[in-house]
């Protein structure tokens, strides 16, 4: 299977590092920088494309890591080739965007996935399971937090909120997925960020969302922690609460409310960005249903676009009903 990447920065490379441990896949790749390009071509044995189109027209399935305000161009271009699309999160930079991309892949009957990796981070998939499946009983509440440096990228274009969207758009967008993943459908949400009114730079953001179940979430987001990246998440509820500090053990700990407590070792499986892309290739190639469609990629990007519009107004705001 060829695969051809659109953008050679940093997941540009991390998608490559995970083709290139698949015997069956050939890499291609096409990037505007040649300082850059020529040191992705060496360090991955990838085929260089002069152009996009030539890329798209090679590709058997086409990768895009570029930046999000350029996702619908060559989405399109992608889908108006017949080819399967991949698209690194977020989504796309308004949900106008995001519908146009999954209306074009479902007419051209173009399979379509969405980068939310986090769902496939052992630590994560098992919190999933053990809400879904009732450990915790009833879920009440729930707290996240994700951050570290901020990230800059080509030309600093993480720091242009107006092409970044900036941290609820880029990095919170991977919480409000898993939540909704886990705990359903939100019915309002208020969030507070410290560079949506100056649209750039360094960010901070605090969102408190409340779902139609009733639960509580309370999710923390930062570019601004010079002592490096951290994640954690507690879910409690009527029967005990569970927890994971991706700064303390490979683990996912269970406190029941009646005083017991238990570690659930995660297992070294493989890589998270493996077993996404693998899973899409494999569905590709089989027909079978996409592990993260479209319209998943698309109610995460709501619930973002839905934080800003609280950021910038100062309320309450109600998620577009899609």
């Not at 707290?143 to 901020?150: E, Y």
């Not at 919480?175 to 507070?192: A, N, P």
Request: with cysteine.
């Amino acid at each position: 299977m060829r695969v051809g990447i659109l953008g050679t920065g940093s997941m540009g490379n991390v998608h490559a590092r995970q083709y290139r441990k698949m015997p069956e896949v050939e890499i291609g790749y096409r990037d505007s920088h040649p300082e850059r390009a020529d040191g992705f071509r060496a360090k991955w044995e990838a085929l260089p494309c002069a152009s996009s189109d030539e890329l798209i027209a090679w590709a058997d399935v086409v990768d895009i890591c570029l930046p999000t305000d350029l996702h619908l161009e060559y989405a399109l271009k992608a889908i108006a080739a017949g080819k399967a699309v991949f698209i690194e999160k977020p989504f796309a930079r308004d949900l106008s965007e995001g519908s146009t991309i999954i209306e074009a892949a479902g007419k051209a009957g173009v399979p379509l996935m969405v980068g939310q990796v986090v769902r496939f981070f052992p630590e994560y998939a098992l919190g999933h399971r053990l809400v879904q499946s009732g450990k915790i009983g009833t879920p009440a509440a729930a707290r996240l937090r994700r951050g570290g440096k901020a990230p800059h990228g080509s030309q600093d274009w993480f720091m242009d909120h107006g092409r970044s969207g900036g941290i609820l758009l880029d990095l919170a967008i991977h919480d409000f997925d898993w939540l909704r993943w886990t705990l359903g459908e939100v019915s309002h949400l208020y969030s507070r960020s410290v560079g949506v009114q100056s649209g750039g730079g360094p960010d901070y953001a605090l969102t408190t969302l409340t779902f139609e179940s009733g639960t509580v979430a309370h999710v923390e987001s930062t570019w601004m922690d010079p002592s490096g990246f951290r994640a954690t998440y507690e879910v409690a509820g009527s029967e005990g609460m569970i927890e994971f500090d991706s700064r303390q053990s490979a683990s996912v700990r269970t406190h029941k409310k009646e005083g017991s407590k238990l570690q659930h070792p995660v297992s070294d499986t493989d890589d998270p960005y493996y077993q996404e892309l693998s899973g899409f290739l494999g569905a590709v190639k089989n027909g079978t249903p996409i592990p993260v469609p479209g319209f998943e990629g698309l109610m995460a990007l709501n619930l973002s676009l839905a934080a800003l519009e609280s950021a910038r107004t100062g309320n309450v705001v109600r998620p577009t009903k899609l």
